[in-house]
């Protein structure tokens, strides 16, 4: 247990600076985001009379518009050959953005808070994970993203705390508790313009320009990635729908966020390990543990009649979460040319984000018309095609994607 203790610290420490720094960002964002996002749902049913429909429409173009935009953003990113200004413009319009959610008096101004909000996730996301694949070395790339993911889910878990701490100081008034999120949007922006630095290898890579030919050099080993990347992103809809399931079953106001704190430290706990675990055995056996996690994490979810099922439920959600999220950008760029890193990032992306939009609204129709039975009974049954989609596409490609430089330890 030492040894491997020691070899953990040691992994850690052979990280790059710039690696925790991102990850560092992605955390006080995050804190700032998933405080305003935790509460949000409730928000707009209690407070602005929303439909399940329209929670669900709501959600599913503000997060496909920040997939979507990322195919932008990450083709740029190739083309200038720099990374950072890119992903600073997008931290910083997310952080402009905030201010929004407490002056909101309509369904329509939340739509419009969302949409900027997730139009800067959208800028800074491929920029910021092929910026991570030039600082990382190959040989610790799954542990590098999953670090940042752990960071950024650990950002995920203080965001709601720090909701449900000022719904207590400000008795429950939301909008306030809005206005908190100001204060570690802007901290991220300032950190990662000061302490982020660009590797200067890559400042001059523009110089060899992108054509739309170009993308013939994404073979079918990206486009399996993009595959399963879409059907896993249809079975999983917005987060929105697992506060909702708590606060239909009785969860008080004041600790709404809490669905959001335990999502988030299960998928925090999980998601460096699970990097690193693929980095050593393969990113396929990884990713069908993070889908077999979703489809039992649906199937407790729709049939939940208590609270601890609900939680239960919603820690299995983290699992997956944490098994998937960061692993699927790594896929990503095992699989693609160096010089087309922001490219591919963006293309796969710009898939999953049209899916996300489908998959929320589609999850908000079915709980309008069938109850919550009805939304996580559909999640269960696309997780389990996307169960049997990865199982299939292993078999027929030997060659699936793996670790760059796989461990013999």
Not at 114 to 137: E, N, S, T, Y
Not at 154 to 167: C, N
């Amino acid at each position: 247990m030492t040894g491997a203790r020691a070899h953990f610290s040691k992994q850690l420490k052979a990280l790059p600076r710039g690696v925790w720094m991102l990850g560092l960002v992605s955390l006080l964002m995050d804190t700032s985001s998933e405080l305003i996002h935790s509460l949000l749902p409730v928000f707009l049913v209690s407070t602005l009379g929303a439909s399940m429909t329209a929670v669900g429409l709501v959600e599913g173009i503000a997060e496909a518009t920040a997939l979507i935009a990322k195919v932008f953003s990450g083709t740029l990113s190739d083309y200038l050959g720099r990374r950072k200004f890119l992903t600073v413009l997008g931290y910083g319009l997310a952080t402009l953005a905030k201010p929004l959610f407490p002056l909101a008096d309509s369904i329509a101004t939340v739509l419009l808070a969302r949409f900027v909000d997730r139009i800067g996730k959208g800028i800074r996301g491929a920029p910021r994970d092929a910026l991570l694949a030039d600082i990382i070395p190959p040989s610790l790339r799954g542990a590098g993203f999953g670090l940042r993911q752990s960071l950024d889910a650990a950002g995920a878990v203080a965001g709601p705390a720090l909701a449900i701490g000022a719904m207590i100081y400000f008795s429950d008034h939301i909008r306030e508790v809005f206005w908190v999120a100001l204060l570690p949007a802007a901290l991220s922006v300032t950190i990662l313009v000061i302490f982020v630095q660009e590797p200067e290898r890559k400042m001059n890579a523009g110089a060899e320009r992108l054509h739309f030919t170009d993308l013939r050099e994404l073979q079918g080993a990206f486009w399996g990635v993009v595959v399963i990347g879409a059907v896993l992103t249809l079975a999983r809809f917005s987060e929105a729908f697992l506060v909702l399931r708590a606060s239909d079953l009785g969860l008080p106001l004041t600790l709404v966020p809490l669905v959001m704190i335990v999502m988030s430290i299960a998928y925090s706990a999980s998601s460096y390990p699970a990097g690193r675990w693929s980095d050593r055995i393969g990113r396929r056996k990884v990713l069908l543990a993070g889908i077999g996690c979703l489809l039992i994490s649906d199937i407790v979810l729709a049939l939940a009649s208590h609270l601890v099922m609900v939680f239960a439920g919603i820690v299995l959600w983290g699992l997956h979460m944490g098994f998937t999220q960061g692993l699927l950008a790594a896929m990503v760029t095992d699989v693609a040319p160096q010089r087309l890193r922001g490219t591919a990032l963006g293309l796969f992306n710009l898939v999953s984000g049209v899916v996300m939009l489908g998959a929320s609204l589609l999850a908000g129709l079915l709980w309008d018309r069938f109850g919550p039975i009805g939304t996580f009974g559909a999640g269960a049954v696309l997780s389990a095609i996307a169960l049997c989609g990865l199982v299939l596409y292993g078999t027929s490609r030997p060659s699936a994607p793996r670790p760059p430089h796989h461990s013999q330890g």
